[in-house]
């Protein structure tokens, strides 16, 4: 198992500089959990089980093979991989009709780049519908992805955002998990980002996330600038600081 990057030294008074966002896809940077519903109930409901909204919100966020297996359990008579593939290609359809990019996602990975900071997308969609979506992006945004289908543990495991960190430090050894923030929108992506260490910046979607001092709450990235994520890190490090 990977381990945690170092923590910022509580004993410098200087504030880590954002070096790095970690972006989860699915219901933060595209709302596509409308897509994954829709396929998930159709699926269900074609091999004679029930599966409503309320049913598949508890399925945001979650690894694709955990969600599987849920599925099977409401009547679904095909196997995980089976399962992951079927519902991946109904998104992928979708979203070559229409990306539901979320308000503000794509002017703060605009104003990102501009600052120099480094981009990586942490999703558990798999590699195939992840390419479709940063290919739609005007520019070359993420420097590299870490999918569903390339980890051992997927969400609420803090696995994807540590290779994500790893990944990083390949470029850039002295980056840490303080020079970073993570986006996501849902309890397991969260719970993941956290683990990690990472500062995480919630932006709920389809479900209800908590308040939490371990985490910072936004109701939308429409309006949100680097300048307000180097804001999220330095009282990232503040807390982690004043907790050592």
Known sequence: MLAP????????????????????????????????????IALVTAHGGYWNEDMAHTLVGNALGDSAKILQGAGVKLSVREIIDHLSAEVVACIRREIPWRPGARELLSDL?????????????????????????EAEYFEFLVTGDEVTNGKPHP???????????ENDPAITAAHCAALEDS??????AVASGVATIAIPNAVELAEDARWTTWETLAGKTGDDVTDVIAAHSRSAGAAL
């Open 113 to 137: 780049h501009g600052r120099g900071v480094r981009c990586a997308l942490v999703t558990m969609s798999e590699r195939a519908l992840a390419t479709e979506v940063v290919n739609s992006l």
């Open 5 to 40: 990057s170092s923590a910022v030294n509580p004993a410098t008074s200087t504030t880590p500089v954002l070096k790095a966002v970690l972006w989860d896809m699915d219901g933060t940077l595209v709302d596509t959990e409308p897509y994954w519903i829709a396929a998930e």
């Open 187 to 192: 309890v397991p992506g969260v719970a993941s």
């Open 159 to 169: 696995e994807p955002y540590l290779t994500a960190i790893e990944l990083l430090r």
